[in-house]
């Protein structure tokens, strides 16, 4: 699927809005922190961009759906530091699809759970480098295209028309495998971290941020 494809995809998650009033949609922006568990490094140094399209739907007074079409920068990175060089670099770029239930109450708090799909969309850039007496950096040998995640978050309610999000998700399914990992048949997993800002549009149940009379 080429970039057009998903741009037209964007393009009727955000007419949903209008088409059926029901509904409200907007954006999401925002960095990653990600690493990936099997490659033999630890930490989510390896920094990315989030950007999202998201299209919300109501299913009672404190419940809603969302459904996103996101592009992600993931991947993993060694920890940079003076006399320590980069040892690893692997950058993966996603579209991430991910299906989530809502929760939210009149504190201005919400909380998510969902499945998310994701494709890699891109050329997978690996770079490793063996540095003199330090540990032996592995990487990962073979990476799948595919990927699964769980996620969970949260939100804060700024006001009816932006929030704050954090969301973490790790992969249900290897994303690849590699020599370094400890985990069965060398299976390697996205272990991802984001903070986001989103603007909503045509919020209809407003609930967490409607003030007390």
Not at 153 to 180: A, D, E, M
Not at 182 to 195: P, R
């Amino acid at each position: 699927m080429n970039i057009k494809k998903y741009t037209y995809l964007i393009w009727i998650l955000l007419t949903a809005t209008a088409s059926k009033a029901q509904f409200s949609g907007g954006f999401y922006a925002g960095i990653i922190g990600s690493q990936i568990d099997g490659d033999a490094t630890a930490g989510f140094n390896k920094g990315g961009l989030n950007l999202a399209a998201t299209v919300q739907y109501p299913v009672s007074e404190k419940f809603f759906m969302s459904l996103d079409l996101g592009y992600a920068q993931k991947g993993a990175q060694t920890r940079v530091s003076p006399g320590f060089p980069r040892a690893l670099l692997i950058n993966i770029n996603y579209i991430d699809i991910p299906l989530c239930i809502n929760f939210y109450d009149r504190q201005h708090v919400g909380f998510t759970a969902g499945l998310q799909y994701s494709r890699n969309v891109g050329k997978i850039r690996q770079e490793i480098v063996q540095l003199g007496n330090s540990t032996r950096v592995f990487g990962i040998d073979a990476f799948e295209n595919d990927d699964v995640q769980v996620v969970l978050g949260g939100t804060y309610y700024i006001n009816n028309i932006f929030n704050l999000n954090v969301r973490y998700g790790y992969s249900l399914f290897p994303i690849g495998y590699g020599k370094g990992s400890l985990y069965k048949d060398n299976a390697a997993f996205n272990n991802v971290l984001q903070l986001r800002l989103g603007i909503i549009f045509g919020q209809e149940f407003d609930a967490p941020i409607k003030k007390k009379k």
